[in-house]
C-alpha cells in the first residue's frame, strides 16, 4: 500500500438520476441530461480507463440521440517509456507505431440497471454480452467488475487517499441567463489521487469484430496488440497504479457541451495535479493541486481569475477533424501560492460513435502524456514537484468535420 492512508469518509456516493427521474424534469431536459463515472488507471501495464457514462436515460428522441448507460474500457497497454515534458518536445504527435491499444464500447438500456443498490454508488446490469458490478464503500473507493462474453475480463480496485478529495462544484447557468433549458453541470472529484489494483484479461476471440484502428466504430484494437495476443499474452495486470476518479453530471445537450481537463496523481508521493476546464464556463475553470506537507495532505485551488492556461503547440488530428493541443502551459498564483506546470500530450485514443446526429459530430480525445510542475510558497520555498509523472485526461467538443481514415494506415 501507498504510504499514506486510505478514505474512510462514509458519505454517500449515489448516482444523480434515481433522484431527478422520481421529481420529474420534462422531455428535453431529460434528454439532455448526462452522468459520466470516471475511472482513471495510469499503470505501465495499463494507462486507461473504464467509462459509465449514463445518458438520454428515458430515451427521448431516439432518432437524434444515443439512450443508456454506455460502457467504455480504453487504455494502452504494456505502456512505453514516458520521457519528462521537456525531454518529450520532439515527440511526435502519436506514438509511432501505434502501441497495443484496445477501446471497447457496449451500451446497456437504462432499465435494465439497478442503481444504489444494495449501496449508494452501486450499479448491476447485465445482458447477454456483458455484465458489470460496481461497489462504493464510499466515495472514494470502488470495486469494478466487468466480463464480456466476447473475451473481456476486467477487474478493478480503487483506493482514493485520505484528506484529498476536491470540492465540488456546480455551475447552475452554464448555458447563460436565455438558455431554455437551465443547463447545468457538476464535477465531483472525490478521489484525485488513489491506488489502484486491478487485471485485465483479453481472449483472441475479442478481436474477430474489432477492426485495426478507430474510425467507422466505437470500439477497436491496434495490430500491436493483435501481436501481442497473438503471441501468447492474455493479462494485463498491475499493483498500487496511481488512479483517479470523477463523478460529474448534469443537463446539457451534447453538442454543446465541452471540456479540456488534466490529472497527474502519484499515490506513492501523495500528490497531484487536476485542471478542469468547461466550455462557456468560467465557474468550472480551476485547477487543484494536492500535496503532502510533514505527513499531513494539504490542498489549493486556484480559480479561473489567478489561472493562465496556453496551448503553446498544437497539430491537426486527421481522425478527431479537428486540432489538439501537444503541449499545455499552466501558470496559476493566489494566496501566497505560485504553480508552473509543463503538460506534453504524446498519444491519444479517440472514443468516436457514428450512431446518432448528437454524437456524430462530437468526439473525445482520452490523452495520455507526462506533466513536469512546481508548488512553491510567496518565499520561493518548493512544497511540491513533479517531472515526468504519468498524466491523463480528456479534450471533447463539437466538430465540423467527421473524417474516416485512420492516421494509422
Given at each position: 500500500?501507498?504510504?499514506?492512508?486510505?478514505?474512510?469518509?462514509?458519505?454517500?456516493?449515489?448516482?444523480?438520476?434515481?433522484?431527478?427521474?422520481?421529481?420529474?424534469?420534462?422531455?428535453?431536459?431529460?434528454?439532455?441530461?448526462?452522468?459520466?463515472?470516471?475511472?482513471?488507471?495510469?499503470?505501465?501495464?495499463?494507462?486507461?480507463?473504464?467509462g459509465?457514462?449514463?445518458?438520454?436515460p428515458?430515451?427521448?428522441?431516439?432518432?437524434?440521440?444515443?439512450?443508456?448507460l454506455?460502457?467504455?474500457?480504453?487504455?494502452?497497454?504494456d505502456?512505453?517509456?514516458?520521457?519528462?515534458?521537456?525531454?518529450?518536445?520532439?515527440?511526435?504527435?502519436?506514438?509511432?507505431?501505434?502501441?497495443?491499444?484496445?477501446?471497447?464500447?457496449?451500451?446497456?438500456?437504462?432499465?435494465a440497471?439497478?442503481f444504489?443498490?444494495?449501496?449508494?454508488?452501486?450499479?448491476a446490469?447485465?445482458?447477454?454480452?456483458c455484465?458489470?458490478?460496481?461497489?462504493?464503500?464510499?466515495p472514494?473507493?470502488?470495486r469494478?467488475?466487468?466480463?464480456?462474453?466476447?473475451?473481456?475480463r476486467?477487474?478493478?480496485?480503487?483506493?482514493?487517499?485520505?484528506?484529498?478529495?476536491?470540492?465540488?462544484?456546480?455551475?447552475?447557468?452554464?448555458?447563460?441567463?436565455?438558455?431554455?433549458?437551465?443547463?447545468d453541470?457538476?464535477?465531483?472529484?472525490?478521489?484525485p489521487?488513489?491506488a489502484?489494483?486491478?487485471t485485465?484479461?483479453?481472449?483472441?476471440?475479442?478481436?474477430?469484430?474489432?477492426?485495426?484502428a478507430?474510425?467507422?466504430?466505437?470500439?477497436?484494437?491496434?495490430?500491436?496488440?493483435?501481436?501481442?495476443?497473438?503471441?501468447?499474452?492474455r493479462?494485463?495486470?498491475?499493483?498500487?497504479?496511481?488512479?483517479?476518479?470523477?463523478?460529474?453530471?448534469?443537463?446539457?445537450?451534447?453538442?454543446?457541451?465541452?471540456?479540456?481537463?488534466?490529472?497527474?496523481?502519484?499515490?506513492l508521493?501523495?500528490?497531484?495535479?487536476?485542471?478542469?476546464?468547461?466550455?462557456?464556463?468560467?465557474?468550472?475553470?480551476?485547477l487543484?493541486?494536492?500535496?503532502?506537507?510533514?505527513?499531513?495532505?494539504?490542498?489549493?485551488?486556484?480559480?479561473?481569475?489567478?489561472?493562465?492556461?496556453?496551448w503553446?503547440?498544437?497539430?491537426?488530428?486527421?481522425?478527431?477533424?479537428?486540432?489538439?493541443?501537444?503541449?499545455?502551459?499552466?501558470?496559476?498564483?493566489c494566496?501566497?501560492?505560485?504553480?508552473e506546470?509543463e503538460?506534453?500530450?504524446?498519444?491519444?485514443?479517440p472514443?468516436?460513435?457514428?450512431?446518432?446526429?448528437?454524437?456524430?459530430?462530437f468526439?473525445?480525445?482520452?490523452?495520455?502524456?507526462?506533466?513536469?510542475?512546481?508548488?512553491?510558497?510567496?518565499?520561493?520555498?518548493?512544497l511540491?514537484?513533479?517531472?515526468?509523472?504519468?498524466?491523463?485526461?480528456?479534450?471533447?467538443?463539437?466538430?465540423?468535420?467527421?473524417?474516416?481514415?485512420?492516421p494509422?494506415g
Amino acid at each position: 500500500m501507498p504510504i499514506h492512508s486510505i478514505c474512510s469518509e462514509p458519505y454517500p456516493a449515489a448516482w444523480r438520476w434515481p433522484q431527478l427521474q422520481k421529481r420529474g424534469i420534462g422531455a428535453l431536459r431529460s434528454a439532455s441530461f448526462i452522468e459520466w463515472r470516471y475511472y482513471a488507471v495510469l499503470a505501465e501495464a495499463f494507462h486507461g480507463i473504464v467509462g459509465l457514462a449514463l445518458v438520454n436515460p428515458e430515451g427521448r428522441f431516439r432518432a437524434l440521440a444515443e439512450s443508456g448507460l454506455l460502457l467504455i474500457v480504453a487504455g494502452v497497454m504494456d505502456r512505453p517509456h514516458l520521457p519528462d515534458a521537456a525531454m518529450a518536445g520532439k515527440s511526435p504527435p502519436l506514438w509511432t507505431p501505434p502501441p497495443a491499444e484496445l477501446c471497447w464500447m457496449h451500451r446497456f438500456p437504462t432499465g435494465a440497471c439497478t442503481f444504489d443498490n444494495p449501496v449508494p454508488g452501486a450499479l448491476a446490469v447485465g445482458d447477454a454480452e456483458c455484465r458489470i458490478a460496481l461497489t462504493h464503500r464510499n466515495p472514494a473507493c470502488a470495486r469494478i467488475e466487468i466480463e464480456a462474453a466476447a473475451g473481456l475480463r476486467l477487474r478493478l480496485s480503487h483506493a482514493g487517499l485520505a484528506g484529498i478529495a476536491l470540492t465540488p462544484v456546480t455551475d447552475r447557468r452554464l448555458g447563460g441567463a436565455l438558455d431554455p433549458l437551465r443547463s447545468d453541470w457538476t464535477v465531483d472529484c472525490p478521489s484525485p489521487i488513489a491506488a489502484t489494483d486491478g487485471t485485465l484479461e483479453l481472449d483472441p476471440s475479442l478481436l474477430a469484430a474489432l477492426p485495426p484502428a478507430p474510425g467507422r466504430t466505437p470500439s477497436y484494437a491496434t495490430p500491436a496488440l493483435r501481436e501481442r495476443i497473438a503471441a501468447g499474452a492474455r493479462r494485463w495486470a498491475w499493483q498500487q497504479g496511481s488512479g483517479y476518479y470523477e463523478h460529474s453530471y448534469g443537463i446539457r445537450p451534447l453538442p454543446l457541451h465541452g471540456w479540456d481537463f488534466l490529472f497527474a496523481p502519484d499515490a506513492l508521493q501523495g500528490q497531484a495535479v487536476v485542471l478542469q476546464t468547461y466550455r462557456g464556463s468560467r465557474k468550472l475553470h480551476y485547477l487543484d493541486v494536492c500535496w503532502q506537507e510533514n505527513g499531513v495532505p494539504r490542498k489549493h485551488r486556484f480559480g479561473a481569475d489567478r489561472l493562465h492556461r496556453e496551448w503553446t503547440a498544437s497539430a491537426p488530428d486527421p481522425m478527431l477533424g479537428v486540432r489538439r493541443p501537444l503541449l499545455r502551459q499552466i501558470r496559476a498564483e493566489c494566496d501566497g501560492f505560485r504553480l508552473e506546470l509543463e503538460n506534453r500530450v504524446l498519444h491519444r485514443l479517440p472514443l468516436l460513435r457514428q450512431q446518432s446526429l448528437a454524437v456524430r459530430h462530437f468526439f473525445i480525445s482520452e490523452e495520455i502524456g507526462v506533466v513536469d510542475w512546481t508548488l512553491t510558497d510567496r518565499h520561493g520555498a518548493v512544497l511540491a514537484t513533479a517531472t515526468g509523472q504519468p498524466s491523463g485526461g480528456e479534450l471533447a467538443h463539437f466538430r465540423h468535420r467527421v473524417h474516416r481514415r485512420s492516421p494509422y494506415g
